[in-house]
């Protein structure tokens, strides 16, 4: 799932670059691109990931909840830098994507350096099954 997080990394930077040369149509592909991975990864962590957490440990109040939340806050900044990205706005469009990039950082720190762990330990059983699931609900996204 880290490797996913590189990978969305990236596209994002190529849509940052486009904007900054005001090359909008490569831009808003690149956007496009990123956007969908991103909810791809959003879609399989909390359909496979997060509730098999949830189910092995209890814990349903806990840092799932959180990044369920900080999902929701990234999916609106998302929505909105698209729109910025649309009408051309390239001012509009990097104060949403800086805050985007500030919170997706912090996101990923947390589920790299806390969650993931936590589901490697109490998962472990469960990871060999768990795994291709997500592979598969990812799409071939991880480079």
């Excluded at 909390?46 to 957490?53: K, M, N, T, V, Y």
């Excluded at 509009?92 to 589901?119: F, R, W």
Aim: with cysteine; charged share 20%.
């Amino acid at each position: 799932m880290a490797g996913d997080h590189r990978h969305c990394d990236e596209i994002f930077a190529d849509a940052e670059r486009a904007v900054a040369a005001q090359a909008w149509d490569s831009a808003t592909a690149a956007f496009t691109q990123f956007q969908g991975l991103v909810l791809q990864h959003f879609a399989a962590e909390e359909a496979l990931l997060f509730p098999a957490f949830e189910e092995k440990t209890g814990m349903r109040m806990g840092p799932t909840q959180v990044m369920r939340g900080e999902h929701v806050q990234m999916r609106q900044l998302m929505d909105a830098a698209r729109q910025a990205l649309l009408v051309k706005d390239a001012d509009d469009y990097s104060g949403y994507a800086e805050t985007l990039l500030i919170m997706m950082q912090q996101h990923n720190m947390k589920e790299e350096n806390v969650l993931y762990p936590m589901c490697d330990q109490h998962l472990s059983g469960q990871l060999d099954v768990l795994l291709p699931q997500l592979q598969e609900k990812l799409q071939g996204t991880v480079r």
